[in-house]
């Protein structure tokens, strides 16, 4: 099981990011939802992912790197890390997340920062066990109380 650059305008990513929209419609007001388009995760800045099990896409996950103007570095913004119902429990979302650290590493960027929700979970688990912290909001984000701002020091 591999994480691996693919194309978020194929047909097996388009139809995965379509259920993830439905998926953070059905927990969060669209206000609440900051969801990247097909459009935005092809950008030169973005890096998306996926893992395949038995040739179906079961994962994906991106990261565009960004830079913070107060702190004057750079930054991995951690975007669409989704594993439908039917593959979770398998580790898949660890893989992307390493993989997405990893190639934050290979370009110099040390710090990964995410956004999530406080109705899941089974992500914010992940996100605590792989050394996210807690932060306030980073970027164009906005406090909100359906949103967790979380942030990890990379280590080569």
């Known amino acids: 099981?591999?994480?691996e650059r693919i194309n978020p305008a194929s047909t097996a990513a388009v139809r995965l990011i379509g259920l993830s929209?439905?998926?953070?419609?059905?927990?969060y007001p669209a206000e609440?939802?900051?969801l990247e388009s097909v459009q935005a995760l092809a950008e030169d800045n973005v890096m998306f992912l996926g893992c395949h099990l038995d040739d179906q896409l079961a994962a994906c996950g991106a990261v565009k790197i960004l830079f913070d103007e107060l702190a004057l570095c750079s930054y991995g913004e951690i975007k669409r890390v989704f594993v439908p119902e039917e593959f979770r429990g398998k580790g898949l979302s660890k893989h992307i997340m390493q993989a997405l650290e990893d190639h934050l590493l290979a370009n110099d960027v040390?710090?990964?920062?995410?956004e999530t929700g406080i109705r899941q979970p089974e992500a914010l688990g992940l996100y605590y066990r792989l050394g996210y912290a807690e932060r306030g909001p980073f970027g164009d984000y906005q406090e909100d109380p359906l949103s967790v701002f979380m942030e990890k020091k990379l280590l080569a």
């Open 1 to 3: 099981m591999k994480a």
């Open 21 to 27: 929209d439905a998926y953070m419609a059905a927990l």
């Open 32 to 34: 609440s939802n900051h």
């Open 110 to 114: 040390r710090i990964a920062r995410l």
